[in-house]
C-alpha cells in the first residue's frame, strides 16, 4: 500500500523553472518504479518521465533536455526538476509508483506556464 502525495507546481512564466516533489507513504518504496506523468486541457494522460529502482531514468521526447527526474529512497520522495518551461507543458502532473501488478496514483498538481 502506498499513497503518493504531490507538491511545488504552480504559475510560471516561460523559460522559468518548477520543482515538484513527490511523498510516498507505505513499504518497500524501493523497489517501485517512480514516476511522472501528465494531463494538459483536452488532452490524454501522458508519460512524462520514470526512474527504476536501480536509478535509471527515462524521458519523453517533448522533455527530454529540460526535465530530471531523481528519487531519494531514504526520504521516499521522487522529484521533477523542469527547466526551460513552455506553454505547452501546461498540465496537471501525476505521481505514480509500480511494482509488478501493484500501480499507485497521486492526486495531481497544477502546472500553468504563461506570460
Known sequence: QVQLVESGGGLVQPGGSLRLSCAASGSIFSRYVMGWYRQGPGKQ???????????????????????????????????????????????VYYCHAHLVVRNYWGQGTQVTVSS
Open 45 to 91: 494522460r501522458e508519460f512524462v518521465a520514470d526512474v527504476t529502482s536501480g536509478g535509471t531514468t527515462t524521458y519523453a521526447d517533448s522533455v527530454k533536455g529540460r526535465f530530471t527526474i531523481s528519487r531519494d529512497n531514504a526520504k521516499n520522495t521522487v522529484n521533477l526538476q523542469m527547466n526551460s518551461l513552455k506553454p505547452e507543458d501546461t498540465a
